[in-house]
């Protein structure tokens, strides 16, 4: 397919605003010249038997284009959501942001799988104050257990007989220890809240599409590089995947920018996915 000089033609016809000089053939035309002598140009090529596009292929340049952005439709609704949360330095807010974009089909909305491949770094700690408490029985040795047997009252009502030297209790609750197996955690929220607030998030790239998944119809997990400010407990920030459908947040992971492959990625191509990432930023992560 022919890309020359028809194609700046069309962009400036189009007042699409594209800096530099349009050229063709070791001529150069400044996009500051006339529509009449950019045609006369034009037509001069195709006088030459030039290769010019043809109907046809803008045709498909636009179907192309099309397609492009409507594979990329889900991910960057998912993105501008995901973002506004991250960047909400209050945290109330961020909880309410995210409930409506998170989901699993276990535990409906306002849930998601939380998985850590990034190593111990306190994601842990990080859910420690809502770790889930449980409800258990105490432990009664025999001789100290309390009576279930009932007296009978003048009245005829029977009362329970109560060990004086240890009162009864229903229940005793106790804090467990919360850890993330392999395959995740399902957390709501204001657990995942309190994640993304203290790993004190700095700088924050676009969203792209997983390298395996790049141009495919059905993908449907993103990914983001960040850093971290002084204070969080992770010193160099990583990488935040996130599985989605339906317009909501199934599954999210910390992991290293080298899993899927993705650091080499970002330094093969810095522009995929409609999302250009600086290179640079992954010196400041890895």
Excluded at 32 to 49: D, H, I, W
Excluded at 84 to 110: H, I, Y
């Amino acid at each position: 397919m022919a890309l020359h000089f028809d194609y700046a033609l069309r962009l400036r016809s189009n007042s699409v605003k594209t800096p530099g000089l349009y050229g063709y053939a070791g001529v150069v035309v400044h996009r500051s010249a006339s529509l009449a002598s950019m045609y006369s140009f034009y037509a001069v090529l195709k006088a030459m038997g030039l290769a010019v596009n043809t109907d046809s292929d803008w045709n498909q340049l636009g179907d192309a284009s099309s397609k492009k952005e409507q594979l990329l439709m889900p991910l960057k609704s998912i993105e501008r959501q995901l973002l506004a949360v991250l960047k909400n330095p209050n945290k109330a807010e961020m909880e309410s942001q995210l409930f409506p974009l998170l989901n699993t089909a276990s535990k409906g909305d306002g849930t998601v799988l939380l998985q850590n491949r990034l190593g111990q770094f306190g994601l842990e700690k990080l859910l420690q104050t809502d770790a889930a408490v449980q409800t258990v029985k105490p432990a009664v040795a025999p001789d100290k257990a309390v009576s279930q047997a009932t007296s009978t009252t003048s009245n005829g009502n029977d009362k329970p007989v109560q060990d004086k030297d240890k009162p009864i209790t229903d229940a005793q609750s106790t804090v467990t220890a919360l850890t993330i197996p392999g395959a995740g955690l399902i957390v709501d929220a204001h657990q995942l809240t309190q994640v993304l607030a203290g790993l004190m998030m700095n700088d924050i790239s676009c969203a792209r599409i997983i390298p395996e998944q790049s141009g495919k119809l059905a993908a449907n997990t993103g990914i983001i590089l960040f850093t971290t400010k002084d204070g969080s407990p992770r010193p160099k920030g990583g990488t935040m995947e996130f599985e989605f459908s339906a317009g909501k947040i199934n599954r999210i992971a910390f992991q290293s920018p080298t899993y899927r492959d993705f650091e080499q990625d970002v330094q093969d191509n810095p522009d995929a996915s409609g999302c250009r990432i600086d290179p640079a930023l992954l010196t400041r992560v890895c």
